[in-house]
């Protein structure tokens, strides 16, 4: 972003440009991980699809206790994963920012201790008004704030049931985007940059352009692209459902929630260069 115009416009463009730096840095470590990842997740599977095969003709022992620890080394791979992305909201503290990390409280963080402070947020979408909760927990040093809907994220799986994609996961993610930016309008410090992952958060993006008061009055929003190929389409005539029935979108504008956040963003990137071109 160019660092001219007014004194405050210029600070904070300076402190984005900053930060856009140190993402960048982190994801192209972090790209550099997941390629070796994928490359190593390879020979166990391939080991799993030869053992399959061979136990469609004979059960083997042998080779179930084979498949069982190719699980096991992937399992322990995903969790090496798990670990990075912790590790993004540690870097940037441990570069002096302040961070928070908010999220579903989907229904695997239901067994988490939590601290006993929590605020009530009520959220309008469309014609619908709905309330929640915001809990809140401190993992590896790093404040969590839980945004907390037993229908919408009190599930079994975060976006699906196993086989099909929740019906309402318009109105699932577009709740908690609009919720997210409402706790974070009502705090003390201002926020400098919300920082969006994949089509779950690319609604802020939208919702940021008329909530800028309070702690979001010079906020930016920066949308991070994990995986292109799973966008959220939508139908034109459900913006009013999620609250942009004033919206014109362009016409030659994908609808889905990704490409939203991308036309909205103030900055778009990706976790590898195999991602930035897509449809």
Request: aromatic letters at 8%.
């Amino acid at each position: 972003l160019p660092e001219t115009g007014p004194r405050e416009i210029a600070a904070l463009s300076r402190r984005f440009n900053t930060m856009a730096g140190q993402v960048r840095d982190l994801l192209s470590a972090r790209t550099t991980l997941l390629a070796g990842i994928s490359h190593d997740l390879r020979t166990p599977l391939t080991r799993m699809r030869l053992a399959l095969e061979m136990l469609r003709e004979q059960p083997n022992e042998r080779l179930m206790a084979g498949l069982e620890r190719d699980l096991e080394q992937m399992n322990q791979l995903i969790g090496t994963v798990l670990e990075l992305a912790r590790g993004l909201a540690q870097a940037l503290k441990a570069k002096g920012r302040q961070v928070t990390v908010l999220m579903p409280r989907y229904g695997a963080l239901y067994n988490q201790a939590l601290q006993n402070d929590w605020q009530s947020v009520y959220v309008e979408l469309g014609t619908e008004r709905y309330g929640c909760a915001v809990r809140h927990l401190v993992s590896d040093g790093i404040a969590v704030a839980l945004i907390e809907h037993h229908d919408f994220f009190q599930r079994p799986r975060p976006y699906n049931d196993g086989e099909q994609a929740y019906p309402d996961n318009l109105q699932r993610f577009a709740f908690f985007c609009k919720a997210a930016l409402l706790y974070l309008q009502q705090q003390p410090q201002p926020v400098d940059i919300v920082h969006g992952h994949d089509w779950q958060s690319a609604l802020a993006a939208c919702y940021l352009q008329g909530m800028r008061s309070g702690a979001l009055a010079h906020s930016r929003f920066v949308l991070t692209v994990h995986n292109a190929a799973y966008q959220q389409g939508f139908g034109r005539e459900q913006l009013a459902s999620i609250g942009l029935a004033d919206w014109h979108l362009p016409a030659d504008l994908p609808t889905s929630l990704l490409a939203l956040g991308v036309w909205q963003a103030a900055a778009v990137n990706t976790v590898g260069p195999e991602y930035r071109d897509w449809e």
